[in-house]
């Protein structure tokens, strides 16, 4: 198992560029997640889903949109990159929250 | 939205000594807390975690005491090593939700920064 792939692990964007993150988990888990980290700020939860088809908003979903097509696949779509928006982004999934979350290695992207 | 506050930002303890980190929440969905584990340039690793029908769990060197009543729950580390250097997280579920998808939500701490030194 491949566990939870995350791709590109590098970016840079210039401002106002959009461009997609990509997650994928080969475990069919239910519950993703996108979370950004900066420092001192600790793991910022931006959109989680619960199954294919049903997304919700975390603390910082403005800016990034979501969609769960498939159980594998849960993609983030920066819309107009910002210099705010640089940060370690990181995918996660788990069969249940209980079962505690699977996180991807992670995707540094840099907007200048 | 869910407010998780952790603490300290940062920690610095000798080899084989104690180190304690605490982390209060607001209302949540269920009870259900755990730590995790961060290495730099990795992704956070479940450390541990504790469930509603216990007030202290303990795995190895890794202890979770849990106050409902403050809705407070913090994370001892004994004997700590120069290995258990790394970032530690706690988190919690999210509150109840109109739209009933907050058993998919998982709130983390900022974030303590921990040093252990040989």
């Known amino acids: 198992n491949a566990g939870v792939t995350q791709t590109p692990k590098f970016q840079v964007l210039k401002t106002g560029q959009s461009m997609t993150l990509q997650c994928a988990q080969d475990m069919n888990h239910e519950y993703m997640s996108w979370y950004r980290q900066d420092p001192g700020m600790g793991l910022r939860l931006i959109h989680y889903s619960v199954g294919a088809g049903i997304t919700d908003q975390g603390e910082v979903p403005n800016g990034y949109n979501v969609s769960r097509s498939t159980t594998e696949d849960f993609p983030l779509r920066l819309l107009s990159a910002a210099p705010s928006q640089t940060s370690v982004y990181f995918c996660?999934?788990?069969?249940?929250?209980?079962?505690?979350?699977?996180f991807g290695s992670g995707t540094r992207l840099t907007v200048v | 939205q869910q407010q998780v506050k952790q603490s300290p930002q940062s920690l610095i303890v000798q080899k084989g000594g104690i180190s304690i980190i605490n982390c209060a929440y607001e209302?949540?969905?269920?009870?259900?807390f755990p730590w995790y584990q961060q290495f730099p340039g990795k992704g956070p690793a479940l450390l541990i975690a504790?469930?509603?029908?216990?007030s202290e769990k303990k795995e190895g060197r890794f202890t979770i005491s849990f106050n409902k009543s403050a809705k407070q729950f913090s994370l001892h580390i004994m004997d700590s090593q120069p290995g258990d250097s790394a970032t530690y997280f706690c988190a919690a579920p999210g509150r109840p939700n109109a739209g009933g998808t907050s058993y998919g939500k998982l709130t983390f701490g900022q974030g303590t920064i921990l040093t252990v030194h040989p």
């Open positions: 504790i469930r509603p029908d216990v």
């Open positions: 996660a999934s788990s069969y249940s929250i209980m079962g505690g979350y699977t």
């Open positions: 209302n949540t969905a269920f009870d259900y």
